[in-house]
């Protein structure tokens, strides 16, 4: 923590302006689900995720490109988009299925936060399942950091925030960063009363309860576990690929 400036946790895609992310490094958090599709889908061998803002960008880059080598994925208030080739659910993104393709991403949340920081300095993605490698890399950042939780439609979502907290909780090495700011305690504070059952929780929470109604418990058990991965995503030039390079 020796170079870190600060660290902060923004609660939505809604609660800030672009220009509050400017030379920050930004961590793209949406546990159910995109983030965790993301690192799922690189760690399978896709070779690039690119993460637009809605249907209309999605399929402009899709009329020029190959369909050969690239899949449409994404949902529309968590249901996989009519025409799209996969939805939103990590499980579906196996190295059969993705390997050596490039996404095109549209979600309700997730890729909207994402292109939303897309003008900070460094844009990575996480999730439960590649904690360990977004904490080791925030280690050694000089610049101030936010943890940015996608949330729902401008509201809050839980499980986002717990894993925000998840993190600073290990680059605290156990305890708050001093220069946590007012996010990142309220944030740390939660993950010390509720990170030592993160499944049962996360199956608590309101996003949880709608992807139930939808789809059953399956992606949300998946996107529990932690460390499955080293997978460590990261955007440049519009494009999320591995930073540790693995394909
Ligand atoms: O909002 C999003 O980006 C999605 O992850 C939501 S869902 O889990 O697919 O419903």
């Not at 196996?94 to 309700?108: A, D, M, R, S």
């Not at 000089?142 to 925000?164: M, Q, S, T």
């Not at 010390?192 to 996360?202: L, P, Q, W």
């Amino acid at each position: 923590m020796a170079n870190l400036k600060t660290l902060d946790v923004f609660y939505s895609l809604h609660s800030f302006q672009e220009d509050e992310l400017r030379n920050k490094t930004v961590v793209i958090i949406d546990v159910l689900r995109a983030s965790s599709s993301i690192v799922t889908a690189l760690n399978n061998g896709a070779k690039a995720i690119i993460p637009v803002a809605d249907m209309g960008e999605a399929s402009k880059i899709a009329q020029n490109v190959d369909s050969e080598n690239y899949l449409l994925c994404g949902e529309k208030d968590g249901i996989k988009i009519e025409g799209y080739d996969l939805g939103n659910s990590p499980i579906e993104f196996t190295k059969e299925i993705v390997g050596g393709k490039t996404l095109i991403f549209n979600t309700t949340n997730g890729t909207k936060a994402i292109k939303k920081a897309s003008g900070s300095q460094n844009i990575y993605v996480a999730a439960f399942l590649n904690v360990s490698a977004i904490v080791e890399a925030l280690k050694s950042q000089k610049k101030d950091i936010v943890l940015l939780c996608a949330g729902w439609k401008g509201r809050l979502a839980f499980e986002d925030v717990l894993l925000a907290g998840n993190i600073i909780h290990l680059i605290g090495d156990g305890t708050l960063p001093e220069d946590s700011r007012d996010g990142a305690k309220v944030a740390h504070g939660l993950y010390e009363k509720y990170g030592s059952d993160i499944a049962s929780v996360v199956h608590q929470t309101n996003h949880a309860s709608r992807l139930k109604a939808l789809i059953g418990t399956d992606d949300i058990d998946y996107c529990c576990q932690v460390d499955i991965t080293d997978t460590l995503p990261r955007l440049k030039e519009g494009m999320i690929t591995l930073e540790n390079g693995k394909t």
